[in-house]
């Protein structure tokens, strides 16, 4: 059975930071994509970045770039994302998700096999 545990969410301040994490079980987890996405109430949710199975290749949404970095541990089948500078509009529920393509990088969540439960962020102004 696949799980992805996402944690790290919290509340913070304008301007701040958070790392967070998502712990993959239950898949060969070097063979897959790893992407990170988001969703605000009554938002759709919205690509936010996505890294390929050797951390050679990345992707990131136009709102994060510059200000969120994806990393991954393939020994310790976790993948991270380190926010700063974040902003009240980086306000969301965050989500990590799996793709079985491991060189290719996609935005679309319908593109991705499996998905975490989410870790709520809270930026305050």
Known sequence: QVQ???SGGGLVQAGGSLRLS???SGLTFSMYSMGWFRQAPGKEREFVTAINWNAANTYYGDS????????RDNAKN???LQMNSLKPDD???YYCAADDNTWKLTPR?????YWGQGTQV???S
Not at 64 to 71: A, E
């Open 91 to 93: 306000t969301a529920v």
């Open 4 to 6: 992805l545990v996402e």
């Open 78 to 80: 976790t993948v991270y």
């Open 109 to 113: 969540a319908d593109d991705y096999d």
């Open 22 to 24: 998502c712990a993959a």
């Open 122 to 124: 809270t930026v305050s």
């Open 64 to 71: 994060v770039k510059g200000r969120f970095t994806i990393s």
